[in-house]
């Protein structure tokens, strides 16, 4: 356990710490030096390092190859995992997993490569199906001689949240839908380490925290009594609107990018209450149309408020006092402050398009009812603060157009 000053302020996550809530979290610049002193502990000597193609060629990646030979971790690299990860790249994961005699995995990247990462950990020395890891069912139990594999979750992108927990976003590639695995016992450590995000581009630093600002406001709608999660989330939607537009403007500013890392953290955190209609909607969009799932979240955050109305002005007057919109909520309903509030800080400060048909084309009415009906019967969306019907979804997609 590391010890560690007490700390706030803005350069409070520039101090290196180490948390056990919800998993074991190592925080601050440079931690990823101690991924091989935790994966020793265990026992683990050769960890297969799951990514995607295009952060497999990145000089930091290289370097953190290097850093792990250098501790004497014989490493396998397994780069395959597409922007929205496919059953298909699990199962060529698990098959490299075996083939490469490895004990472990480390995921590194964005959501997709944790998802993809956390998937192959949960089925390459288990003895089950991904199909039978399902997230919204009781983890099965393992049969005799299965185990759930070592897994550490290096997130590159502040957004997704993924690295907080087992549960993992796939496409069910044969009836193109998203589905979510899952097992309570999977052992996770995160790293959250802010330089290995200081290349990330503008528009994905816009795109990844738009997600993570998406999962603290559906979180803390979610009509579930759980304190505990809404207070992070409240925390989570601080960190997120003083420190990504800092991270967007200036992508080298090492404090701002340590903040988003920790808010991603939190964000994800506070969905263990669920989630909402935008993400009941925006994966089924991702896996039909293949589209960046935080800026389809970004896209169509304001329209599911409008739609929401006024029925969530107790919630949302509780998120803009956290926000400093109390002066705002003078003279109007607190739902058209957060509505106003989220269209300034996402089209205005991150610069998103307003519009789905700027992402994606839908040719048809049909095609639109059919994307309806997806996102009805998505679990995800089940927890909305109120169930959307698929009517309700259409209304939403024809507005968002």
Not at 394 to 400: E, G
Request: proline share 5%.
């Amino acid at each position: 356990m590391r010890c560690f000053r007490l700390l706030r302020g803005p350069t409070a996550a520039l101090s290196p710490t180490e948390w056990s809530f919800p998993v074991r979290t190592l925080v601050g610049p440079t931690s990823r030096g101690d991924i091989p002193a935790v994966l020793a502990e265990g026992g683990c000597k050769r960890p297969m390092v799951v990514t995607d193609k295009g952060l497999a060629s990145q000089e930091f990646f290289q370097a953190f190859l290097e850093d792990l030979r250098r501790s004497d971790m014989q490493i396998a690299l397994f780069s395959e995992v597409n922007p929205n990860p496919l059953d298909t790249d699990v199962q060529r994961g698990v098959e490299h997993y075996k083939a490469s005699g490895s004990d472990s995995i480390i995921c590194v990247g964005g959501g997709s490569a944790l998802d993809g990462g956390k998937c192959i950990a949960m089925v390459a020395e288990s003895g089950l199906s991904l199909e039978a890891m399902d997230y919204w069912s009781a983890s099965p139990d393992l049969p005799s001689g299965g185990r759930l594999v070592q897994c550490i979750t290096m997130p590159t992108t502040a957004g997704t949240g993924a690295e907080m927990n087992s549960g993992s976003m796939y496409t069910d590639s044969r009836q193109k839908i998203k589905r979510c695995a899952g097992h309570t016992g999977l052992p996770l450590v995160a790293v959250l380490d802010a330089e290995v995000t200081l290349g990330l581009p503008k528009t994905l630093t816009a795109w990844t925290g738009a997600d993570a600002l998406v999962h603290a406001i559906e979180a803390f709608f979610v009509p579930t009594y759980h304190p505990m999660c809404d207070g992070i989330a409240l925390q989570a939607l601080q960190k997120i609107a003083v420190n990504l537009p800092r991270a967007v403007a200036n992508g080298s500013d090492l404090a701002a990018r340590s903040e988003m890392l920790v808010a991603s953290a939190l964000a994800g955190v506070s969905f263990q209450k669920g989630l909402g209609a935008v993400h009941g909607l925006s994966e089924p969009i991702g896996a039909v149309y293949d589209s960046h799932h935080g800026l389809t979240n970004g896209i169509l955050l304001p329209y599911v408020l409008r739609e929401l109305g006024t029925a969530t002005d107790d919630r949302c007057a509780e998120i803009c006092r956290a926000l400093g919109l109390t002066s705002a909520l003078q003279g109007q309903a607190p739902s058209t402050t957060l509505v106003d509030w989220t269209e300034d800080f996402l089209l205005r400060q991150l610069q998103l398009p307003a519009k789905l048909g700027e992402l994606i084309e839908l040719s048809s009415d049909s095609a639109v009812e059919e994307l309806a009906l997806k996102a009805e019967s998505n679990p995800t969306g089940f927890t909305n603060f109120r169930r959307f019907s698929a009517a309700d979804y259409a209304r939403v997609i024809r507005k968002a157009l």
